[in-house]
């Protein structure tokens, strides 16, 4: 039985050549030599005699906690770090009160016109929608439907806690 497993059995050699390439050849058995297919690579790289990919990435450092892996450059501008040294990115967004909100959550400033704010649970505001949410489709109750093209995205998901 075990011979017979033997026999189906596909050689794989992956070698490393003199060349800068690696090389990665199947065989069925009792295939020539010629005849098995010969996979050729060139990676930009080598770590711990593991291939890298092509990249973009500038490494600035590395962690070798379980095994080597390499720390990208940031292009994000810090301003400060919480808990943990995580790290506080710099935004365009005007934070106007952090004290309002249970966790101290910021509040941030917008241009959004609010005609009312006593209507709904919570003070919520009732703000002035552009006269193209009414085109679109609605949901029951007559609430209209916006489309997902915004002009300010930043505004709009600063709003939204």
Known sequence: MSSENESQAVAVDATHKSDGANHITKSEPGESKGASGEIQFRPSGELANRPIGPSDIEVENALSMSGYR????????????????????????????????????????????????????????????????????????????????????????????
């Not at 710099?90 to 909100?101: H, P």
């Not at 009312?116 to 193209?132: E, F, K, Q």
């Open 70 to 161: 390499p720390i990208a450059a940031s292009k994000l501008e810090i301003s400060g770090y919480l808990l943990g040294n995580r790290p506080i990115s710099v935004s365009r967004l005007r934070v106007v009160d952090v004290d309002s909100l249970p966790g101290h959550r910021p509040i941030f400033a917008n241009d959004f016109e609010v005609l009312d704010v006593d209507t709904l649970p919570g003070h919520r505001p009732i703000v002035a929608s552009s006269p193209d949410l009414m085109r679109g489709s609605h949901l029951p109750g007559n609430r209209p439907v916006a489309s997902n093209d915004i002009d300010d995205p930043d505004t709009t998901m600063g709003f939204l806690d």
